[in-house]
């Protein structure tokens, strides 16, 4: 019997060291979709029944995310698991789901780009502006 190879992973240098793109996508993603709806770390971290630390490191892509945990969050955020992984647009169809799901993954993109900002304070700016756009709603003026 001849055994399948496994594939090539794809490895990535980030601020926590060489990790698979992957679990950056899937991190991205993870945050991308607690954001969208409109949950705190905390609040989400009660969901898992994990630490909010956890959580946190989970959206970094500083630890990867169970799968048991990760289906748990695919149930609360309303989407198939497999919306976590890149290339989950191919496999559904449907001109709705396709908005939703590319909407989600230029989210995470951003998410994972953001992260790269320096400064917590603009990091933390960034998201709150992010939540409103979420959110559908307009920023106070100054």
Same mark, same amino acid.
């Given at each position: 019997?001849?055994?399948?190879?496994?594939?090539?992973?794809?490895? /990535?240098?980030?601020?926590?060291?060489?990790?698979? #793109?992957?679990? %950056?996508?899937?991190?991205?993603?993870? &945050? *991308?979709? =607690?954001?969208?709806?409109?949950?705190?770390?905390?609040?989400?971290?009660?969901?898992?029944?994990?630490?909010?630390?956890?959580?946190?490191?989970?959206?970094?892509?500083?630890?990867?995310?169970?799968?048991?945990?990760?289906?748990?969050?695919?149930?609360?955020?309303? /989407?198939?698991?497999?919306?976590?992984?890149?290339? #989950?647009?191919? %496999?559904?169809?449907?001109?709705?789901? &396709? *908005?939703? =799901?590319?909407?989600?993954?230029?989210?995470?993109?951003?998410?994972?780009?953001?992260?790269?900002?320096?400064?917590?304070?603009?990091?933390?700016?960034?998201?709150?502006?992010?939540?409103?756009?979420?959110?559908?709603?307009?920023?106070?003026?100054?």
């Amino acid at each position: 019997m001849v055994k399948p190879r496994p594939a090539a992973v794809e490895r /990535v240098e980030s601020p926590i060291g060489v990790v698979e #793109a992957t679990d %950056l996508h899937v991190a991205a993603a993870f &945050r *991308a979709f =607690r954001i969208a709806n409109g949950l705190k770390i905390q609040e989400l971290a009660t969901f898992l029944g994990v630490a909010y630390g956890t959580v946190h490191k989970y959206e970094r892509g500083e630890i990867r995310i169970f799968a048991d945990t990760l289906l748990r969050a695919a149930t609360l955020f309303g /989407v198939p698991v497999t919306e976590f992984f890149p290339g #989950a647009q191919m %496999l559904r169809r449907g001109s709705q789901g &396709r *908005a939703q =799901r590319e909407r989600i993954s230029r989210i995470a993109a951003f998410v994972v780009n953001a992260r790269r900002i320096p400064s917590a304070e603009l990091q933390d700016a960034l998201a709150r502006v992010t939540r409103l756009i979420l959110e559908g709603q307009p920023s106070a003026s100054t």
